[in-house]
T-cell receptor, first 116, second 111 residues
């Protein structure tokens, strides 16, 4: 299957700072990328959907000014958590899909964010 | 509204077939059944999907009932590495349809 990478795999930051997470599709062009968040012992919750060259569409309850998503190219999307707080500590997972209606969505390995 | 219901947890002996059920009684005609799994602290992994016919690949088999209201994922010879949370998801295959994860089934393979 196709490969999606994330960087960093884990990050610790201080409260009030911003942190950027990168998601790359390594061997295909991702017209759509998705960002999920997963708290301990819970399921994945979709945060936003982004199409290359367009603004991201955020799910209800997700603050777009706090979670900045940029999908500037067909192989790279970034999620920036601005002014991070301890409650933003979570496992952030991206996924990528080629084309619309394509069957498979490929997931990255996730980034564990800890805000102290 | 949960579109699928799955048992919270299941155990299976190593080497035996693991059968994971999923109910999707409100599935519509153009919705596919997808299965993903998530091994601890990793991103989800695609397993298989189907519309109405049974499907098989190198990882698993998917059996969908004739009325499409339920399905079963079969791992034919479970290994310890199959211990994971398994998610059954129904989704249409067009546009920006999203994968919405429920709580899944935590499958534990017992040595």
């Amino acid at each position: 299957g196709a490969v999606v990478s994330q960087h960093p795999s884990w990050v610790i930051c201080k409260s009030g700072t911003s942190v950027k997470i990168e998601c790359r599709s390594l061997d295909f062009q991702a017209t759509t990328m998705f960002w999920y968040r997963q708290f301990p012992k819970q399921s994945l919750m979709l945060m936003a959907t982004s199409n290359e060259g367009s603004k991201a569409t955020y799910e209800q309850g997700v603050e777009k000014d706090k979670f900045l998503i940029n999908h500037a190219s067909l192989t790279l999307s970034t999620l920036t958590v601005t002014s991070a707080h301890p409650e933003d500590s979570s496992f952030y997972i991206c996924s990528a899909r080629w084309g619309q209606g394509a069957y498979e969505q490929y997931f990255g390995p996730g980034t564990r964010l800890t805000v102290t | 509204d949960a579109k699928t219901t799955q048992p919270t947890s299941m155990d299976c002996a190593e080497g035996r077939a693991a059968n994971l059920p999923c109910n999707h009684s409100t599935i519509s005609g153009n919705e596919y059944v997808y299965w993903y799994r998530q091994i601890h602290s990793q991103g989800p992994q695609y397993i298989i999907h189907g519309l109405k016919n049974n499907e098989t690949n190198e990882m698993a088999s998917l059996i969908i009932t004739e009325d499409r209201k339920s399905s079963t994922l079969i791992l034919p010879h479970a290994t310890l590495r199959d211990t994971a949370v398994y998610y059954c998801i129904v989704k249409r295959n067009f546009g920006n349809e999203k994968l919405t994860f429920g709580t899944g089934t935590r499958l534990t393979i017992i040595p």
